[in-house]
């Protein structure tokens, strides 16, 4: 039961490495940016954001040699029989090389990314009608991106990540159980402790960049 | 227009994001994430937390051509995806399920119509027209009841639920939905049907209503 889970302690901030530090200065002083001062995304950004901006397949090449694995073992994990695993996984891939475009750092994570593409693609498989899932927010990739809020992203998930490893094992493994489908429904609620207020402020940071998109929707 | 009020509670939030809802469940929650930035954020961060899982994922050995398989489809041509866009008042995942068409209304009396969009053994969809000042007719749900409003508003004794509002309703909830003055009320409403009420109510309803 996981309402019986302490909540978990407020992850100490881990602190700005040199690189970020230099970007963030600029932004402060008001300077644009120069090539100088790429800022430091994760690895995990930086190929996707080269798949989408420049169709890079060695970038490509990169994530399907972290994911592709661990998607594999995460569809087997969730129902699927060996034999399609590698189907799906193979789905998944082309699908995030498809729909690249549609990738936004400033309110999400790679992994979050393609983690619902592998969701979707699974119930799909169960399932006569497709999953229903949310209108798409159209990106306009010519904005401006705002390094500091990718950045800042990238922290909020740091910390939470954090906040994950310190969970005692069987209390992770419920909230693995959950994201995987493995579990119908009790354990997973608010009262799992995990602290996704901040990043959910963040992720509304970055949905507010997309405000011409929203506006009408309401 | 008003601003949303009444969101989709995080305990169902987080069974959408896992992927377990029925699939007219699922639909209600996707049209009301498709009108409202604060769920989509939360959504979002939910596939934040399955994506680290992922990331935490042991490794499978792959068979030695997947990846030169995969690599070689990159230039293939593929079939748009049939995409359903908002059209009116009814967000995509809407237009998805009435395919594209406008609805077709099928008479209830008094003015109200309904338009059936599935009925499947765990779930049943409907979109609902209700002229102003017409209380919604008996529609003895016997499990969880989840209506979204896509155009005017209803009032009952839990409050005024306007566009975009969703209302989570179960069985002990007597309530009488009645449409406010002004436009005709059209909502989204979903239901499990009695086959499913002992599996799937229960154990949806326990984080939210603390049985
Ligand atoms: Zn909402």
Request: avoid cysteine.
């Given at each position: 039961m996981l309402d019986t889970l302490a909540p978990l302690e407020k992850p100490v901030n881990p602190g700005l490495r040199s690189g970020q530090m230099s970007v963030l200065a600029g932004l402060m002083d008001g300077d644009g940016l120069n090539e100088a001062e790429t800022p430091e995304f994760n690895d995990q950004t930086i190929w996707m954001l080269a798949v989408r901006d420049k169709r890079d397949r060695s970038a490509f090449a990169l994530l399907f040699d972290y994911f592709a694995p661990r998607l594999k073992a995460f569809v087997i994990r969730s129902g699927t029989s060996a034999g399609q695993a590698e189907e799906i996984v193979q789905d998944v891939m082309l699908t995030v090389w498809r729909k690249a475009?549609?990738?936004?750092p400033h309110r999400s994570q790679t992994s979050a990314w393609i983690y619902q593409i592998a969701r979707n693609r699974q119930i799909d498989l169960f399932r006569k009608n497709r999953r229903p899932v949310p209108e798409e927010l159209d990106l306009d990739l010519s904005d401006e991106p705002d390094p500091s809020q990718i950045i800042a992203m990238e922290q909020e998930v740091g910390q939470l990540k954090d906040a994950l490893a310190r969970l005692k094992p069987n209390q992770r493994e419920i909230i693995e159980q959950a994201y995987l489908g493995e579990l119908t429904h009790q354990e997973i609620s608010t009262q799992t402790g995990l602290p996704l207020g901040t990043i959910k402020s963040r992720i509304r940071l970055g949905l507010e960049r997309l405000r011409h998109d929203l506006k009408g929707m309401r | 227009m008003t601003a949303i009020t009444h969101h989709v509670p995080d305990a169902l939030l987080a069974n959408y994001a896992a992927g377990n809802l029925p699939y007219a469940f699922s639909l209600v929650v996707a049209a009301h994430i498709s009108l409202c930035t604060e769920c989509r954020a939360q959504l979002e961060a939910h596939h934040v937390v399955g994506g680290l899982m992922l990331e935490n994922a042991s490794k499978e050995d792959l068979s030695a051509d997947l990846k030169n398989n995969v690599l070689a489809q990159l230039d293939d041509a593929v079939a748009p995806q049939e995409h359903y866009r908002r059209s009116g008042i009814y967000p995509g995942p809407v237009m998805e399920a009435l395919k594209g068409k406008p609805p077709r209304w099928k008479s209830l009396g008094l003015g109200v119509r309904q338009s059936i969009l599935s009925a499947d053994h765990d779930s049943s969809l409907r979109l609902l027209y209700i002229p102003a000042g017409t209380a919604v007719p008996d529609h003895s749900h016997n499990g969880l009841e989840l209506t979204l409003v896509l155009q005017g508003s209803f009032s009952d004794d839990t409050g005024r639920f306007g566009v975009g509002d969703l209302e989570v309703a179960d069985q002990h909830l007597e309530h009488t939905p009645t449409a406010d003055p002004g436009d005709a009320c059209i909502c989204l409403a979903a239901t499990d049907s009695p086959l499913r009420f002992r599996s799937i109510v229960p154990r949806l309803l326990q984080p939210l209503f603390r049985i």
């Open positions: 475009a549609l990738f936004d | -």
